[in-house]
């Protein structure tokens, strides 16, 4: 143990009245200097000791490095492509000729039975169905589409009649009802330019008329399904990523991330000012929760598609690869208690995606922890 030992007052002899004195002041700075230097040369052997902490401690902890686990998992590689948000159906208003008298605003759903654009009063008014209303429907139609008209009556609550493919006076009288509630004529017949179908609700888009304009057959209002779909374009090259019934992933702009599937794949040719023909793939894809993508409007968005796939392979990290000089690879195999050196085993490599590499060779197993640098 290092003392630091101080002069004791009473040991200094007098020298005369003020001599002593004088010499016990001349004597201080010659004391203390020394007390200085033992003081530094036990804080030396103190921090070369490392003030107290034992070697066989420090040893222990560089001894241990970071490690993975080799795990079982599948790997996906997937190429992103720059795609557009739009909407899965869209259709024209056109209005009977007369003057816009309503319009909806802008952003509305309409549903069943609700009123897309009034001209001169009248409505035309929404139904759901995949036949468009193409003629007047009257006693004495048959047809699907008059099928589909009464599917739609009875949906509002109206009876009386049978719902089939023939257009009978019970189905005129329930139409006069109708008509009745929506405050207009009542004369059991159901014109073209009457009723609108779609898919299902649809939202308002577009207008392209005021209050007021002469309709004549112009177009009015644009409508859409709210459902939202993702629209990508691929080289012919690239037609391996498309595959009807694939999962995808679309990348909203916030960052959302929505998986979906490819719904569609139409081949669009196109020449350039050289008259070359150029195949597009034109892919439409849906998402898997049709409620998923609420962005309004037109936007970018991005799709992942798979382009290899890797299941059930044991994987690490990338980093955990060392390059041999003789070439290949080899990944640091340490104990199971992650001390000591550990020994090289080489490895042969796979896919790579997502930060893994699929791995295989001896001594390499599912739970064997390798080395990877230090974070």
Same mark, same amino acid.
């Given at each position: 143990m290092i003392r630091r030992d101080t002069p004791d007052? %009473?040991?200094?002899?007098? @020298?005369?009245?003020?001599?002593?004195?004088?010499?016990?002041?001349?004597?201080?700075?010659?004391i203390l200097g020394a007390i200085v230097l033992v003081a530094g040369v036990g804080l030396t052997i103190a921090a070369a000791r490392g003030f107290g902490f034992s070697d066989t401690a420090a040893a222990e902890t560089a001894a241990k490095p970071d490690t993975a686990?080799?795990?079982?998992?599948?790997?996906?590689e997937t190429t992103e492509k720059t795609g557009a948000l739009a909407y899965a159906a869209e259709s024209k208003i056109r209005g009977a000729a007369g003057t816009v008298t309503w319009l909806p605003d802008l %952003?509305?759903?309409?549903? @069943?039975g609700g009123v897309l654009v009034k001209v001169d009063q009248t409505p035309t008014v929404m139904l759901y169905g995949g036949i468009p209303a193409y003629r007047t429907l009257e006693p004495g139609v048959e047809g699907d589409d008059v099928r589909q008209f009464e599917e739609n009556l009875a949906a509002l609550g109206y009876t009386g009649f049978d719902v089939d493919t023939k257009y009978r006076s019970a189905t005129a009288e329930a139409v006069e009802k109708w008509q009745k509630d929506?405050?207009?004529?009542?004369?059991?017949?159901?014109t073209?330019?009457?009723?609108?179908?779609?898919?299902?609700p649809v939202q308002v888009t577009a207008r392209s008329a005021a209050l007021g304009?002469?309709?004549g057959g112009a177009e009015l209002l644009t409508v859409s399904s709210r459902e939202r779909t993702a629209t990508v374009?691929?080289?012919?090259?690239e037609s391996g990523y498309a595959v009807i019934g694939s999962a995808v992933t679309v990348t909203l702009p916030d960052g959302q991330a929505v998986p979906g599937t490819v719904a569609s794949i139409e081949s669009v040719v196109t020449n350039d000012a050289q008259g070359q023909k150029t195949t597009t793939l034109k892919v439409t894809v849906k998402p898997d929760d049709p409620a998923a993508i609420t962005v309004a409007g037109a936007s970018t968005a991005k799709i992942a598609f798979t382009a290899e796939r890797r299941d059930d392979v044991l994987a690490v990290p990338v980093n955990a690869l060392l390059a041999l000089a003789e070439g290949g690879y080899a990944v640091e195999v340490v104990d199971s208690k992650g001390k000591g050196k550990g020994k090289l085993v080489g490895v042969e490599t796979g896919l790579f995606a997502?930060?893994?590499v699929e791995v295989s060779g001896d001594g390499i197993a599912e739970g064997t922890k390798v080395v990877v640098p230090s974070s």
């Open positions: 007052q %009473g040991a200094i002899e007098p @020298r005369g009245e003020h001599g002593s004195r004088s010499t016990a002041l001349r004597r201080w700075p010659f686990e080799v795990t079982k998992q599948t790997l996906v %952003g509305s759903t309409i549903e @069943r929506l405050g207009v004529e009542k004369t059991g017949v159901v073209s330019d009457f009723v609108h179908y779609a898919a299902g304009d002469s309709s374009d691929l080289q012919s090259s997502n930060g893994l």
